[in-house]
């Protein structure tokens, strides 16, 4: 076991953050997007309040969301808009209001997840009760066969033990992977980092796997870090699209 390891402690002190920025080609201005009355952000901030992991923060790039967030009663902090990932953006909220690091682990839930399940930004705290977890994250079944071959859906190659609900990723792919029998995951881009692990990944250079694949997790694999993975029932609408956001309007009526 690692030296962080050992000094890594169980239960944690989470924080919620979700990056948000204005900049979408497909859906311009998707933060404050209209979902039955209230803005996408705030239903995300909803979600993440209902989970009651930790306190939650909004990492915005422009005041429009900061004050639709202020208005709804959260807590929102500016940042930079020249971040490359959300990552990055998380990681100047969390400098900005825990300069003493009484947090130690960041649930990185993205502002585009409005339907997500309160229950599974729970679950991916789960894994990380392993102390030599770094990361976690979420897969679901997949059980829609066009799925499978679909490069918009990410695969994560996990390694379950029989009738377990936590395992190990292995590698995650656009591809359809792993070949031959089995289930394939479908991968939920909700994280959970132990902070130190945060602050070690946006020091990184991107890697040629992920750059190869355009999936950001591949730099931490790259770079040794483990990830584990929580498996939930259902993947949350990612609203990327007109179309997308009447379907979220639709779940959220």
């Known amino acids: 076991m690692t030296q962080n390891a050992q000094s890594r402690k169980v239960p944690f002190n989470p924080l919620v953050i979700i ?17 039955n009355g209230i803005p996408m952000i705030v239903q995300v901030w909803q979600r993440a309040i209902e989970a009651d992991v930790g306190p939650v923060v909004v990492a915005c790039d422009e005041q429009a969301i900061f004050q639709a967030v202020s208005d709804a009663g959260g807590r929102a902090v500016l940042t930079s808009s020249d971040h490359p990932s959300g990552s990055d953006r998380a990681y100047e909220a969390l400098c900005a209001i825990d300069p003493g690091s009484d947090f130690d682990v960041i ?10 399940e309160p229950e599974a930004v729970r679950s991916a705290l789960k894994p990380l009760a392993n102390m030599k977890v770094d990361i976690s994250t979420l897969v679901s079944e997949i059980t829609e066969e066009t799925e499978k071959d679909n490069p918009n859906v990410v695969k994560a190659v996990v390694s379950f033990a029989h009738g377990a609900t936590i395992g190990r990723a292995l590698y995650f792919s656009r591809q359809r992977v792993p070949s031959g029998d089995g289930p394939l995951y479908h991968h939920i881009g909700l994280y959970a980092f132990r902070c130190e692990e945060l602050r070690r990944f946006i020091t990184l250079k991107p890697a040629p796997l992920e750059c190869r694949e355009s999936l950001e997790q591949l730099r931490a694999l790259e ?6 993975v929580a498996l939930v029932d259902t993947v ?4 990327d699209t ?7 309007r ?4």
């Open 250 to 253: 639709q779940i959220l009526s």
């Open 223 to 228: 770079a040794g870090m483990r990830i584990d």
């Open 107 to 116: 649930v990185n839930l993205q502002g585009d997840l409005p339907t997500v």
């Open 19 to 35: 990056p948000a920025r204005m900049a979408s080609t497909r859906l311009p201005g998707k933060p404050l997007a209209d979902i």
């Open 236 to 239: 949350p609408l990612g609203v």
């Open 242 to 248: 007109p179309a997308d956001l009447d379907r979220a």
